[in-house]
C-alpha cells in the first residue's frame, strides 16, 4: 500500500467529483421536476392516462441503468436520422447523454415514490378538503402536496443517494467524474486499491452530505408529528 | 441445438478429463485475456476466446505440457487481478513499458507493435498541430498515454473501457481521430465497417514497442518456461503458421 498516490492524485479526484456532483444535481432536479406529474398521472382515474406512465415507469425500472445509458449514447447515434437531427449537439456529448439517461431513470423511481406517499396521506384529510369546499386544484396545492413531501422525504434521500452512486456508470461512456477519474489514475499508477479507496472516500463523504441535509429538512418538515409523539404519553 | 449443444458439452468434459490425466504432472497456467483486441484477442460468436493471442497461448501450453485455461477479463482489470492471483500470465498484446515492469515482469516479446493516428478518408490531418480536435484511445493503452503526454490541454481526450466503443464513436462521428495500435486498425480497416470510410493518417511511431507475456513480479519459474517455449515455437515454424493466419507479413 503506497498512499502518496492519494495524495498526488487527490485534487484530480475531486475535480472527478465535481462532475459527479454536477450530474446527480441536474439530474435529480431535473428528474424531480418531471416525476410530479407523472405520479400524478399515473393516479389519474382515467385508464389510459394511467397507463402511459405505468409504461414509462414499468420500462425504466425494469431495466439496468447501465443499459439505458448505452442505449442514450451508442444507440441514439448508430442512426443517420439521429447524427443529422437538431438534437445532435447535445446528444454528441457524454455529458448530456448520461444526464438524459438518468433524468429518466430517477424521474421513474421518484415518480413511483411520490405517488405513494400521495396515495399514503389518510382519507379523512381528503374528505376534510371536500368537505369545506376546495376544489381539486386547492386540495392539491394546499393539503395533498405539501403533506406527500413530508411523507416521501425519507425515501426521496434515499433515491438521490442511489443517484449518486449510479451516477459511477457515466464513467463508462468518457466522463472523467469520480469513477473515471479513478480508472485513468489507476492507468497510471497501477494501484487500484489506493485509488479506489480514496475514491470510496469521497463518495461516503458526498453521501454523509446528503444525509445530514435531509434529517434537517426532515425534522423541519414533519416537526409536528414530534410535538404529538410527546403529547400522547402525557395523558396516564 | 440442444442436444447437440449436450453432445459438445460432455465431448468438452471428457477430453478434458482424458487431458489432466495425460498431464498430471504439469502445473496449471491461467492465461488471461481481454477479448475486445481483434484480431489478437476477441470472443467469436460461441462465446470462445479466439485470435492472434489466444493462438500463441494455446502453441505454448501444448510446447509446455501444461495444462491450460484461458480467461477473459475486462482490460483495467488485467494487471490488478494478475497481482492477486487470479491468473497466472496476461496473454492480451500488453506493450512491455516501464510503468508496467514496475508492478508486473514480462517475457521476451512476442510480437512488436506501433502506434498510428486513423481518420476519415480525404480528410487532411496535420498531426503536429491538432488542437480542437476530438481524439479517442482506449484507456491505459499506451496511445492513452501517449494522448495524455502530449495533447492535454490541447485536443479533446476521449478515453473508452475497450477499442469496439472507440470505433463506435468513430463511427458516429463522435471522435475525429483515434489513435490506437498499429495492428488491429490494419485489421479493423478491412472490415466492411471501418473500409472506405476511415484511413490511416501520418506513418506509424513507437515502433519500439514490444509486446510481451506479464507474469506476476518475480515469478521467474513460470516466465523461463514461456520464454523457452516461445523461443522453440519461433524455431519450429509455429510461430509463423499462427502469424500468417492474420497478417500476411511478420509481426514479430
Keep these: ?236 | 441445438m440442444k442436444l447437440k449443444k449436450i453432445v459438445l458439452g460432455s465431448a468438452l468434459l471428457l477430453s478434458a478429463a482424458v487431458s489432466s490425466i495425460s498431464v498430471q504432472a504439469a502445473d496449471k497456467v491461467r492465461f488471461v485475456t481481454e477479448g475486445a483486441w481483434a484480431p489478437f484477442n476477441f470472443i467469436d460468436s460461441a462465446g470462445m476466446a479466439q485470435g492472434f493471442d489466444v493462438d500463441i497461448a494455446r502453441a505454448l501450453c501444448s510446447r509446455m505440457e501444461a495444462d491450460c485455461e484461458i480467461l477473459v477479463q475486462d482490460w483495467d482489470g488485467l494487471i490488478p487481478g494478475l497481482k492477486v492471483r487470479k491468473f497466472d500470465a496476461i496473454i492480451a498484446s500488453m506493450s512491455i513499458t516501464e510503468d508496467r515492469l514496475k508492478v508486473v515482469d514480462f517475457t521476451n516479446k512476442y510480437y512488436s507493435g506501433g502506434l498510428r493516428f486513423m481518420g476519415r478518408v480525404g480528410e487532411k490531418l496535420d498531426l503536429s498541430d491538432l488542437d480542437g480536435k476530438t481524439i479517442g484511445a482506449q484507456r491505459s493503452t499506451l496511445g492513452a498515454q501517449y494522448l495524455e503526454d502530449n495533447f492535454t490541454g490541447k485536443a479533446d481526450l476521449k478515453f473508452y473501457d475497450n477499442q469496439d466503443n472507440v470505433y463506435l464513436d468513430l463511427l458516429s462521428g463522435r471522435l475525429d481521430i483515434v489513435l490506437s495500435d498499429e495492428l488491429p486498425t490494419y485489421n479493423w480497416l478491412k472490415t466492411a465497417e471501418g473500409a472506405s470510410k476511415f484511413e490511416f493518417k501520418g506513418n506509424s511511431f513507437m515502433k519500439n514497442d514490444e509486446i510481451g507475456i506479464a507474469v506476476r513480479k518475480g515469478d521467474t519459474k513460470l516466465k523461463e518456461k514461456l520464454n523457452k517455449a516461445l523461443d522453440e515455437l519461433i524455431a519450429d515454424g509455429t510461430y509463423q503458421k499462427i502469424n500468417a493466419r492474420y497478417f500476411p507479413f511478420s509481426i514479430y
Excluded at chain 1, 29 to 53: C, T
Design chain 1, 1 to 236: 500500500m503506497d498512499f502518496s498516490v492519494v495524495v498526488e492524485y487527490f485534487p484530480r479526484l475531486l475535480s472527478g467529483a465535481w462532475v459527479s456532483l454536477q450530474l446527480v444535481f441536474l439530474s435529480v432536479v431535473l428528474g424531480g421536476a418531471f416525476a410530479l406529474p407523472i405520479a400524478l398521472a399515473r393516479i389519474s382515474p382515467v385508464a389510459w392516462i394511467r397507463a402511459i406512465p405505468f409504461t414509462y415507469i414499468f420500462f425504466f425500472r425494469g431495466t439496468p441503468l447501465l443499459v439505458q445509458i448505452f442505449l442514450v449514447y451508442y444507440g441514439a447515434s448508430q442512426f443517420d436520422a439521429v447524427r443529422e437531427s437538431i438534437f445532435w449537439p447535445i446528444l454528441k456529448e457524454p455529458f448530456w447523454c448520461a444526464i438524459i439517461a438518468f433524468t429518466l431513470n430517477t424521474s421513474a423511481y421518484t415518480a413511483e415514490i411520490f405517488r405513494g406517499a400521495i396515495q399514503a396521506i389518510p382519507e379523512g384529510e381528503v374528505e376534510a378538503c371536500k368537505v369545506v369546499g376546495m376544489s381539486k386544484a386547492q386540495m392539491y396545492r394546499r393539503v395533498l402536496l405539501p403533506r406527500a413531501f413530508g411523507i416521501v422525504l425519507p425515501a426521496y434521500g434515499n433515491e438521490i443517494i442511489l443517484m449518486l452512486k449510479g451516477s459511477a456508470l457515466a464513467s463508462t461512456i468518457t466522463i472523467l467524474d469520480l469513477t473515471g477519474m479513478a480508472r485513468t489514475i489507476i492507468a497510471r499508477t497501477y494501484t487500484p486499491i489506493e485509488i479506489f479507496l480514496a475514491a470510496g472516500g469521497i463518495y461516503l463523504a458526498i453521501s454523509i452530505v446528503v444525509i445530514a441535509l435531509f434529517r434537517q429538512i426532515e425534522l423541519r418538515q414533519n416537526r409536528y408529528l414530534g410535538t404529538l409523539s410527546i403529547k400522547v404519553p402525557d395523558k396516564g
